[in-house]
Antibody
Framework: QVQLQESGPGLVKPSETLSLTCAVSGYSISSGYYWGWIRQPPGKGLEWIGSIYQSGTTYYNPSLESRVIILVDKSRNHFSLQMSSVTAADTAVYYC??????????????WGRGTLVTVPS | SYEVTQPPSVSVPPGQTARITCSGDALPKKYAYWYQQKSGQAPVLVIYEDTKRPSGIPERFSGSTSGTVATLTISGAQVEDEADYYCYSTDTSDNHRVFGGGTKLTVL
């Protein structure tokens, strides 16, 4: 059974870079699938941040693309998120998830439990 | 940018049928997916590829689509089905992967 676990600092200062890692177990990232990041501000809805394939190919939400980098480390079976120049608006629970392909599009099947990142105002 | 639209809330008595809609211009060409999120928990996939149900999801959950509208139906809704439900889809260019704003389902 595939499992994902987010980790990283719970508090990031304004204007600094948020860095999170998603450790994958029960499945080798090298075997395929896209892997994605999603966030959810407190009391609000879900927002896709971006995704990466095992080859390193990435897709980002156009509204966040200028501040986001997603990397994959196949040797450690994990992938990571970096978001620069954060503000209080980036305060959210950040989830990582696996993305299978349906034949038409990619979706999220297995999710991590999420990690809260707070950026003080 | 692309958007999919859901009603903010739906309320049904226990045992009745709950229907949650999701509207999006690309839905005739792209699949709709539905996620259930209970308070303080990660989302769980309940419907994929418009109509399919993952293993472990009760049969009372079903999905359908007609034109630009996808619908999640919970037949005989139970109190434990109270949650936020999110529709997810993509636009035809695959550049925008979007979630709907979420629908809060109340069963009481």
């Amino acid at each position: 059974q595939v499992q994902l676990q987010e980790s990283g600092p719970g508090l990031v200062k304004p204007s600094e870079t948020l860095s999170l890692t998603c450790a994958v177990s029960g499945y080798s990232i090298s075997s395929g699938y896209y892997w994605g990041w999603i966030r959810q501000p407190p009391g609000k809805g879900l927002e896709w941040i971006g995704s990466i394939y095992q080859s390193g190919t990435t897709y980002y939400n156009p509204s966040l693309e200028s501040r986001v980098i997603i990397l994959v480390d196949k040797s450690r079976n994990h992938f990571s998120l970096q978001m620069s120049s954060v503000t209080a608006a980036d305060t959210a629970v950040y989830y990582c998830a696996r993305q299978p392909y349906s034949g038409r599009d990619y979706y999220f099947d297995h999710w991590g439990r999420g990690t809260l990142v707070t950026v003080p105002s | 940018s692309y958007e999919v639209t859901q009603p903010p809330s739906v309320s049904v008595p226990p045992g009745q049928t709950a229907r949650i809609t999701c509207s999006g211009d690309a839905l005739p060409k792209k699949y709709a997916y539905w996620y259930q999120q209970k308070s303080g928990q990660a989302p769980v996939l309940v419907i994929y590829e418009d109509t399919k149900r993952p293993s472990g999801i009760p049969e009372r959950f079903s999905g359908s689509t007609s034109g630009t509208v996808a619908t999640l139906t919970i037949s005989g809704a139970q109190v434990e089905d109270e949650a936020d439900y999110y529709c997810y889809s993509t636009d035809t260019s695959d550049n925008h992967r979007v979630f709907g704003g979420g629908t809060k389902l109340t069963v009481l």
